[in-house]
């Protein structure tokens, strides 16, 4: 998700960490209201060879009726991986227990597979090449099936970009951004819903 403002240099970037920290204990002392426009929570990361700087969002679908049920939002810099149980534990509403967890190759590692097994949930994490240990044909086959489940995660970013301009932040803290996207997901588990039951 592109980020509401402009990147700035690396020392442009510390003076206005330092003024907005600045501001912040100002504000402390005289509880005066403050308002900052700069976005100091994005950051870079590369995908498919190009920059983008931005923040990234962490969402976990319901494979049966394609409902969101969690979300984490980082700056883009942050690596999938440590974010796999946050969102399998936000997935958590009712009592019937999480079966399975599919998720795509940014997520591979012994961690997940590790807190996955010790919650008794099924491992469908896709599986990546790593250094001196190729894909095995049944790895590479094993991700093609778990591929065929996980377009319906990628229908809900796609809609979201295509409806909701969800491709760049509309706001340049991280929290307005997540309060955005809860509102966003909302309106797409309603419309959803509403599709379900006109089927039903």
Known sequence: MQSASH???NEILQKEKA???RLKEKLIRTANALKFSRDLESDWTVKNDVAHYGIKEHASVDVKHGFVLSTEMT???H????YL????AGSCHTKEPIKKVYADKGYFGKPNREFLSMNSIEDGIMRKATTGAELTEYEKERN???SKVRYIVEQYFGLSHLYNKAYRARFPKLIK???DALFRQM???LSRASRILKTA
Do not use: R
């Open 7 to 9: 990147p700035l240099s």
């Open 19 to 21: 003024k907005s920290k």
């Open 75 to 77: 700056p883009a810099s």
């Open 79 to 82: 690596h999938d991986s440590p």
């Open 85 to 88: 149980p946050l969102c399998v």
């Open 144 to 146: 093609k099936a778990i």
């Open 177 to 179: 951004n997540a309060l």
């Open 187 to 189: 309106a797409f588990n």
